[in-house]
DNA sequence: CGCGAAGTAGGATTGATTCTCAACTGGGAG
DNA sequence: CTCCCAGTTGAGAATCAATCCTACTTCGCG
C-alpha cells in the first residue's frame, strides 16, 4: 500500500538521504539564482564546478528535493520544467513573448480549491496560477501586435 | 471561409487559412472527444479516417487553431500538450496518479489578474489554474489516503 | 576487511514536438 | 482552358527534454 513514503515530509529532512557534494551544489545553484532556472541551465551551471556530473544526477536530485520541499518544480509546457527556491505557496506569470516567468503573490482563495474539489470530488493537494500576458518590457519595445 | 484579414508583416500567416478536409477532421475530432486529447490520440484518431495523414501536419494544424481561437491549448509538462474544445475561459483539474485532466468553472478572481497585473507591470491577457491532486478513481481504486 | 544499500557517471533510449523540403492543390489571372 | 503561385501536405530527419540501464564508488556497520 503506502509504505512508500516512509519518511516523513511532515517534519525535517531526516538522514534518509546523504546531503552529498554533487547534491549541495545543485542545492546551492537553484538558490542561488535570481531567476527560475530550468533542469538543462541548472545542469550546466553545476557542470561548471563538477565537471563529471551527469544530466541523470540532476534529474534525480532535483526530483529528491521537489519530493522532500526543499525547492519546488513548476512542469511548465513550451519550455522545460523550472524549479524554484521559493517553496511558500506563489504563483507566476508568464510572458508570451520572451517567455519570462516573474513571481507573484496573489491571495488566491482558498475558497477555490474547496470549490475545485466540489465540482470534480478529486482530492485536491496543491494549485498553481499561471497569468499570460506580455511583460513591460516587451509591451513596449515593439507596441502591442495581436 | 471568406473573412480575410491580410495583414502587411506576416511574420505568420493569420487571417487566412483554407478549410482542407484535414483540418476539418482534426478539428472534428477534437470537438467531438469528451475530453482532453494529446497531439498524439488526436492523430491516432485522424489517422483512422485519413490513414496518409501526417504527424506534423496534425501538430501544425493545431497551433494553427489555437492561434486562431478554436481550440486552446494547455501545455504541460510532465506529459503531453493537451487540446481543449472549449474556448471560454475556464480551469483544470489534474490528476497526478492517471494524468486524467478535467474542467472545473471556478469563479476565481477576476480581481486576481488586477493584483498579478499591478505587482509585475505585465498586460495580463489570460490566466488558469491547475489544481492537482487525486481523481476519486484512483483514490477508491488504491484504497490510498493522504 | 567484507557486505549491502545508497549514490553516481555516462551513455543509450524514449517520447513529444519541430523542422525541412519536395511534391501537390485549388483558385484566380491571362 | 491552362499556367502560376501561395498555401498545404507527407515523410522522415532533427531536436530537446527527461528517463532508464548498468557498472563503478562510497559509506555505514558489524
Known sequence: MTERHLHSETGTTRGDFRMTPQRAAILEEVRAASEHL???EIFERVHRRYPSIAYGTVYRTLHLFAERGLILE???GDQASRFDKRVDR???VHCTRCGMLTDVDVPTALFARQVAADQTGFDITGHQTVFS???PAC??????RR
Open 133 to 135: 500576458g506580455v511583460c
Open 139 to 144: 509591451s513596449t519595445a515593439t507596441g502591442l
Open 74 to 76: 513548476f512542469p511548465f
Open 38 to 40: 530550468t533542469a538543462g
Open 90 to 92: 506563489h504563483d507566476h
